[in-house]
């Protein structure tokens, strides 16, 4: 009985933390529409996104503080080492990410599709935000983003989930998919190849998750690769 409990608690936690992150932007827009305030500029875009992610952030920390907790003891026995580890994941996720780059590339020459004018709506969408404010688009996608991301596509979805291969898959598929969709008139072919790279991402990270069962490897491999993406936007800008 107090396994099915247990259960039932980690389903409605994942629910809870689901509705949060798809739909609390929106209720956020309803908000500040009653007020008459336009988030269309992109100054103000930003702004927006930067509370909304500090809300999800929040929230989802609230939700799994008790996780997290004991995940900070377990890393911060042996420190050094966790953080060298964490550089070698990065590294190895770096390779397979170059990898299903060319794949990806490959599937767009074949089906016709600009590789230069391809880039996801996600991508672009950070891109514009980062120029407009690269510090706090540097706090939402390089610090706080792979933490709330990480506790909701791994954490929670393994306390549902445990099934090794079965959380790995539903984790980075609905990591994956989240990022492109809805694909807002983009090309249905499109999006599915655009949703690679990021699926490729979530399997690796859940991956690890899974074998380490600390979050903070994850958190870690997340971080550096937003970091490194931002750097290469801001240095493209």
């Known amino acids: 009985m107090t396994n099915i409990k247990t259960k039932l608690f980690n389903i409605a936690k994942l629910v809870f933390a689901l509705a949060i992150f798809f739909f609390s932007g929106d209720i956020l827009v309803l908000i500040l529409s009653l007020f008459n305030f336009n988030i269309k500029t992109t100054n103000y875009a930003v702004i927006f996104e930067f509370i909304l992610s500090l809300i999800v952030f929040s929230v989802l920390l609230i939700l799994y503080k008790k996780d997290v907790k004991e995940d900070v003891k377990k890393f911060k026995k042996d420190l050094h080492k966790n953080i060298m580890y964490i550089i070698k994941l990065f590294f190895i996720f770096m ?104 699926v490729t991402m979530g399997l690796f990270l859940a991956y690890i998750y899974n074998k380490e069962d600390n979050i903070f490897y994850s958190i870690g491999v997340h971080f550096l690769n937003n970091f490194i993406s931002i750097l290469i936007i801001m240095n493209m800008l």
Request: aromatic share 14%; no cysteine; charged share 10%.
């Open 95 to 198: 390779a397979i990410k170059y990898a299903v780059a060319l794949v990806s590339a490959f599937l767009l020459e074949l089906f016709n599709f600009d590789i230069l004018s391809s880039t996801s709506q996600n991508q672009m969408l950070v891109q514009d935000y980062i120029k407009a404010s690269p510090i706090l688009m540097f706090i939402v996608a390089a610090l706080m983003g792979p933490v709330y991301e990480e506790l909701l596509f791994r954490l929670g979805f393994k306390k549902v989930f445990n099934r090794g291969i079965i959380f790995v898959l539903i984790s980075g598929f609905v990591f994956g998919l989240a990022h492109i969709f809805p694909l807002d008139g983009v090309n249905l072919i499109l999006g599915l190849i655009q949703s690679i790279s990021y």
